[in-house]
């Protein structure tokens, strides 16, 4: 059995924990979340109860998760990312580690260097590579049939997350985010359009601060080119609709087809091409649909959590390689980091060759 520990018990700690929990439940993994630790007693408590039982313990630091278990989560505000590996890193723990690594290319840098150095198995929380419909994208793309792509447009909304659901009030801080709606939401976008597309070879970005809170953008436009000969145009947007939640839409044109879709979980995928349309759906791998998840909002949001979860732990009790791991989510900091330069000089162009 393997003993799960978390570092944080908010949102994202609770998206995976619960995923964890029906894995165990449906006798998916054999695994008990046994040790919790947050800053915030109460929330520990809440996790530890609803997901472990009696017998998870609430810890007072990093350190002793990482002690007590065999895998830890890390889920707390970015900038106690770095502590809470350093910690697993010592115990020699492998460490599922959420997105963005740190506030910046430097430090998110020295982060995977050190995992690196200490050869613990880890994994970074890009779990939109998980996702069935951008799967069946990045396939349909690769499979040639709709020519050559030309052109994308991505778009990602949500309402600003220091309120409602989320109610991250960190998020407003850059000492603790390093940044606003780009580091902190659409990192997942640029690597899921790596992920899908290939390399991108130079950007120009422009961002902007609505809200008013310091250093904290909620508004990034990024134009992207790739090898290929792409050109990607992704907008992020934090706003204050409330009745706007996270919200993706992609919009796909090559040369014989044109694809879009505006669910980031199981699609579908709308396709058109000169022979007609297809709507195409794009299902979870039947275990996933098997776990007891309510078939409501919370349990479709933790369903897109836990293939990636069982992906790690699969990783580490059959000494595979998680993917993905902490190098490929250096390589979405570096197109953060370069569209943070771009925008700072006004949208001069950035290469990447």
């Not at 050869?119 to 349909?140: E, I, K, M, T, Y």
């Not at 310091?214 to 934090?238: H, N, P, R």
Request: charged share 25%; aromatic share 6%; proline share 5%.
């Amino acid at each position: 059995m393997v003993r799960i520990g978390f570092v944080g018990a908010g949102l994202i700690a609770w998206a995976h924990a619960l995923g964890i929990k029906a894995m165990i439940d449906g006798g998916v993994v054999d695994a008990a979340v046994t040790v919790v630790h947050d800053p915030r007693e109460r929330r520990a408590h809440a996790l530890a109860e609803t997901v472990g039982g009696p017998e998870a313990a609430v810890v007072d630091d990093p350190a002793e998760v990482a002690r007590r278990c065999d895998v830890v989560w890390v889920c707390t505000p970015t900038s106690a990312h770095r502590g809470a590996v350093d910690a697993a890193v010592a115990a020699g723990t492998p460490v599922f580690c959420e997105k963005p690594l740190d506030r910046d290319l430097a430090a998110a840098t020295a982060l995977v260097d050190a995992v690196s150095a200490a050869g613990v198995l880890s994994q970074c929380g890009l779990v939109l590579r998980s996702a069935p419909v951008f799967r069946a994208l990045r396939d349909l793309v690769q499979g040639g049939k709709l020519g050559a792509p030309m052109a994308a447009v991505f778009r990602d909304d949500q309402y600003f997350p220091i309120r409602g659901t989320y109610a991250s009030d960190w998020r407003a801080d850059v000492t603790q985010a390093g940044g606003g709606c780009l580091i902190e939401h659409s990192i997942h976008d640029v690597d899921i359009l790596r992920f899908c597309f290939g390399e991108v070879t130079a950007l120009t970005a422009r961002t902007a601060n609505h809200a008013g809170h310091l250093g904290i953008e909620d508004m990034a436009s990024v134009s992207l080119t790739f090898e290929s000969g792409l050109e990607a145009q992704l907008t992020s947007v934090w706003h204050d609709i409330m009745s706007r939640g996270s919200t993706r839409r992609v919009e796909l044109f090559c040369r014989e087809g044109m694809v879009w879709l505006d669910d980031e979980f199981r699609g579908p995928l709308h396709i058109e091409t000169s022979e007609g349309t297809e709507v195409r759906a794009c299902p979870s791998p039947a275990w996933v649909d098997d776990l007891p998840l309510a078939d409501d909002e919370v349990g479709l949001a933790v369903r897109a959590y836990v293939e990636a979860d069982r992906g790690f732990l699969d990783a580490v009790t059959g000494g595979g390689r998680p993917e993905p791991g902490l190098d490929v989510a250096l390589e979405a900091h570096r197109l953060v980091d370069a569209a943070y330069r771009s925008a700072a000089t006004d949208g001069e162009p950035f290469d990447l060759r």
